[in-house]
């Protein structure tokens, strides 16, 4: 057997949109994020989770996920050394850049054209066809499934949905980006904690119909995933998507096909940010008695922030358009779940690393970075009771994942429990990147059981 036949069976090649699995979960204490009681929710944790991409790119190419991670590195320094430089108005939406650091307690600051330019036309680095068509599409959706399944894409759309061969090299930046591999890890965590509930629901009311609803179309590919993993019948099951853009929407339809989804899938064509938009919905869900037991809002709750308004915007749609009223946000997408059900929400931390390559030379624009504390604190002005809510910090440090139970009852099916404040912890340099944990076999690219 050759040595690169040995290396694939210890990690075989990912299956396709294959999840990961979490396999460890360290409490943390509150007073290592500046947490006080009142913004603690009763549970913290650092995670450890297989990718089986990164295992498959590290098995077969040694040492290229550390060397693209120093290239991302380089990048980073690059143009957090143009910080003071950066474009200061990105459609229509200033943000102060009194700071000289991009990790304050919130920032929106995205754009640095010239750092751009250098870096995807330079082929020692990101100056790749496909992989300059995928810049094109961002922030959509289009542009979050390719980093889901990178050894599984042949093709990227740009931003004119003209089709563009994925190289190998594409593949594997892909792979190992610190974006690409911290959305793959969101997903893993999202997947665990959503199925479960699910799981556990259905079993306990063996007759109930479950309504799920995924707000915006950048994660509606997990919460299917989510969904096929909990084991409900199909039939049961009604994913609501809210989705303005008919494009994205579109995805979410073939990505359903692509993993053999075939619950029913209900597209509401709406701005989620429209407080009578999201009012309307949550009384005809309440009429119809098909309020969400568990609701993903994973992908666009970072989107709203205060640093968002201006004039023209509040001109246009009102003092209270949830873009720029985070809060207001979070209270929405709480109503349109029931007494007993749950919500994920998602948030980029301001202290994740390299955000200058992502903000600048990818330039992702938009998202409101924010730290674990701002975070909880938006989170409980949203009306979050956080003596329900599990802080979940993924591995590399870019995201904190909330769940949310909106009721004890919810809590204890979930599998909510306190822990004991933990003494600081740090990774030991030589668990950075490694994973020891093989997959389980995957259904639809979701992990059906636990590996022995």
Known sequence: MSAEAILTELAPRPQNFEVGTVVAEIPIAPRELDLSPDLSP??????????????????????????????????????????????????????????????????????????????????????????????????????????????????????????????????????????????????????????????????????????????????????????????????????????????????????????????????????????????????????????????????????SSTHMRTEALVGRYGEDYMLYNPEKFIEACLGLVEADGMVVVGQMRADRPNPYFTRGVVSWPYICMRTVKRFAEVMRDGGVNLSLTKFSLTPLGSYTMATLYRSEAAARLGGLQPIAEAASISWPAWMRGIRTRRAAPSVGGVIMSEPA
């Open 42 to 303: 009763i549970q913290i944790v650092r995670t450890d989770i297989y990718d089986p991409n990164i295992e498959y790119l590290e098995a077969t190419r040694p040492g290229r996920v550390r060397a693209l991670q120093s290239q991302e590195q380089v990048m980073n320094d690059f143009s957090r050394a143009r910080f003071s430089v950066w474009r200061h108005h990105e459609h229509g939406v200033p943000y102060a850049q009194t700071e000289r650091r991009l990790d304050s307690e919130e920032s929106i600051a995205s754009g640095d054209p010239v750092s751009r330019a250098r870096y995807f036309n330079d082929p020692d680095f990101l100056g790749d066809d496909a992989l300059r068509a995928w810049r094109s599409t961002v922030p959509t959706a289009i542009a979050l499934a390719p980093l889901a399944n990178p050894f599984n894409t042949s093709k990227v759309e740009d931003n004119h949905g003209q089709l563009h061969d994925v190289t190998e090299y594409a593949q594997e930046w892909m792979t190992a980006c610190t974006d690409g591999w911290e959305i793959r890890n969101r997903t893993a965590l999202m997947v665990e904690s959503m199925s479960t509930f699910l799981s556990r629901t259905a079993q306990q009311e063996p007759t109930k119909n479950i309504t799920v609803v995924s707000v915006a179309g950048g994660t509606a590919l997990a919460t299917m995933q989510a969904i096929m993993h909990s084991g409900v019948g199909p039939a049961r099951v009604e994913l609501i998507l809210l989705e303005s853009s008919e494009r994205s929407a579109t995805m979410a339809f073939e990505l359903a096909e692509q993993i053999g989804f075939t619950s029913k899938i209900s597209l509401e064509a709406m701005d989620v940010f429209s407080p009578a938009a999201m009012a309307e919905l949550t009384a005809r869900l309440e009429a119809t008695g098909r309020k969400a037991t568990a609701l993903d809002a994973v992908g666009i709750a970072e989107y």
